[in-house]
């Protein structure tokens, strides 16, 4: 007689495994949607597994890229040999009748939730769940995870910086979501809305009541902090409320588009407070995110796109998830009108890419001028022996450039830089890959150059 199997139990210990193996991007978005539909013992030696996938793209993915390591995984997890089936399944949980007491209570979980969303000022569409993690963004998601799992203990205050559209916002919403569902007092404000509501407040002579708003709860998070610089009063009132908080254990949580330190015409004594728990970096994100962002928003969206024209666009396209998401929106707006798939060719045509390789037809003195328009100088400027800041920079990443998007030799580019020594081409290069990995600003502006090259819009 076959033994029986619990399927939802197997998957559960193979992702276990899965997790560790495969990057978090790759895992969030590939491996974990999938689910076991089935398992039929053979004989006593082989089990045939059907695997779910969500989408044909989901399932062509999982064959190209994943099956061996799952097949690998789940062998082991399970002691015998098995073969996999894959099939394109949605999920749909199954509700016993003596399940409807727990399933009522859990409508109205989601309905208390849900007004505390909007009491708290979270938004309803910022959860983990949606958030896409990869290389430019784990240590971030962690920190958000360690946060939801001690708060008020754990990196307090957490203050997470980028660029836009990178989700800091995003993550932000998730904690306090996660925390509210523990029971806490949550509030959620950006750094305008506390600036109007102080204003209103001492118009109204009404102090006492934003004071209580904000200092009686058990997370305080605050998006775009930097726009309090030059507010002398919003600064002085957040000061006083910041440290009532940490005193007493409460989180924070801040949102900037730059480092603590960069932020001008803020006090001092905040700024010292800003450093004084965990500063975190989110980047743009790398090929293998993008892809994941694409393929999830098309889900989002149900709509088809071939694996070719996802790749397509997360291969040229180096900009953060909200450009992407939009870019991607008028993809499949055009493909709509054209028939209902996103094709490769229509990405083609209507972001004017095809691969890096033809793109790097472009002359070196085309990209000197590029970026000396991009930083508002000439090309005698870049080339020149001026050590204005600005300018060194621009200097700097025009090395960078003609060495790693054009493949030219350090001799070559010391060159065409004005004759200058290999040697100092080489510094540059390599100050310039590591600032991109740490420096917010000096990441977009290679990357809007990028663009340029790309022919990207």
């Known amino acids: 007689m076959a033994k029986k199997i619990d399927a939802d139990q197997v998957w559960k210990d193979v992702l276990g495994e899965l997790e560790v193996g495969v990057s978090p991007a790759s895992f969030t978005s590939w491996v974990k949607p999938c689910f076991i539909d089935s398992i039929t013992e053979i004989d006593g030696e082989r089990w045939l597994v059907e695997l779910a996938c969500p989408s044909g793209f989901h399932q062509k993915t999982i064959d190209e890229r994943y099956y061996g390591q799952i097949k690998q995984v789940l062998e082991r997890q399970v002691g015998k040999r098995c073969e996999i089936g894959l099939v394109v399944k949605q999920r749909v949980d199954k509700v016993e009748s003596k399940e409807e007491e727990d399933l009522f209570s859990e409508e109205r979980e989601d309905r208390e939730e849900s007004q505390n969303v909007a009491e708290f000022g979270l938004n309803p569409r910022f959860d983990f769940e949606n958030f896409v993690v990869g290389g430019s963004n784990n240590l971030a998601y962690a920190a958000a995870k360690g946060v939801v799992d001690t708060p008020g203990v754990k990196h307090n205050p957490l203050f997470l910086w980028g660029g836009v559209g990178l989700g800091k916002t995003h993550l932000m919403h998730a904690v306090g979501k996660a925390l509210a569902r523990k029971g806490l007092r949550v509030q959620a404000v950006t750094s305008e809305q506390f600036t109007n509501e102080l204003i209103t407040t001492i118009r109204n002579r009404s102090v006492?009541?934003?004071?209580?708003?904000?200092?009686?709860?058990?997370?305080?998070?605050?998006?775009?902090?930097?726009?309090?610089?030059?507010?002398?009063?919003?600064?002085?009132?957040?000061?006083?409320?910041?440290?009532?908080?940490?005193?007493?254990?409460?989180?924070?949580?801040?949102?900037?588009?730059?480092?603590?330190?960069?932020?001008?015409?803020?006090?001092?004594?905040?700024?010292?407070?800003?450093?004084?728990?965990?500063?975190?970096?989110?980047?743009?994100?790398?090929?293998?995110?993008?892809?994941?962002?694409?393929?999830?928003?098309?889900?989002?969206?149900?709509?088809?796109?071939?694996?070719?024209?996802?790749?397509?666009?997360?291969?040229?396209?180096?900009?953060?998830?909200?450009?992407?998401?939009?870019?991607?929106?008028?993809?499949?707006?055009?493909?709509?009108?054209?028939?209902?798939?996103?094709?490769?060719?229509?990405?083609?045509?209507?972001?004017?890419?095809?691969?890096?390789?033809?793109?790097?037809?472009?002359?070196?003195?085309?990209?000197?001028?590029?970026?000396?328009?991009?930083?508002?100088?000439?090309?005698?400027?870049?080339?020149?022996?001026?050590?204005?800041?600005?300018?060194?920079?621009?200097?700097?990443?025009?090395?960078?450039?003609?060495?790693?998007?054009?493949?030219?030799?350090?001799?070559?580019?010391?060159?065409?830089?004005?004759?200058?020594?290999?040697?100092?081409?080489?510094?540059?290069?390599?100050?310039?890959?590591?600032?991109?990995?740490?420096?917010?600003?000096?990441?977009?502006?290679?990357?809007?150059?990028?663009?340029?090259?790309?022919?990207?819009?």
Not at 221 to 249: R, V, W
């Open 208 to 457: 006492d009541g934003f004071k209580k708003k904000y200092r009686n709860v058990d997370a305080l998070l605050i998006d775009d902090i930097q726009f309090i610089a030059g507010k002398e009063s919003t600064q002085e009132e957040f000061f006083h409320t910041f440290n009532e908080l940490y005193m007493k254990g409460a989180q924070i949580i801040l949102t900037s588009d730059r480092r603590p330190q960069d932020i001008e015409q803020v006090e001092q004594r905040l700024i010292s407070r800003f450093l004084g728990g965990l500063t975190v970096d989110i980047g743009l994100p790398d090929y293998e995110m993008r892809l994941a962002i694409l393929s999830q928003k098309c889900s989002d969206l149900k709509v088809e796109a071939s694996g070719d024209a996802l790749d397509l666009i997360a291969s040229s396209v180096n900009t953060n998830a909200r450009e992407l998401e939009g870019i991607l929106t008028r993809l499949v707006n055009m493909a709509a009108i054209e028939g209902g798939v996103l094709t490769r060719e229509l990405v083609e045509r209507e972001i004017g890419v095809t691969t890096k390789r033809e793109a790097k037809k472009l002359r070196p003195q085309q990209l000197i001028s590029l970026i000396a328009k991009q930083f508002d100088y000439k090309n005698k400027d870049v080339l020149g022996k001026s050590r204005k800041a600005d300018l060194v920079r621009a200097r700097h990443i025009t090395m960078y450039l003609l060495r790693e998007e054009m493949g030219l030799t350090l001799q070559r580019v010391a060159q065409l830089m004005g004759g200058r020594d290999h040697t100092t081409v080489m510094h540059a290069v390599e100050k310039m890959e590591k600032e991109f990995g740490v420096n917010q600003e000096i990441r977009e502006q290679i990357m809007r150059v990028k663009q340029e090259i790309y022919g990207q819009v």
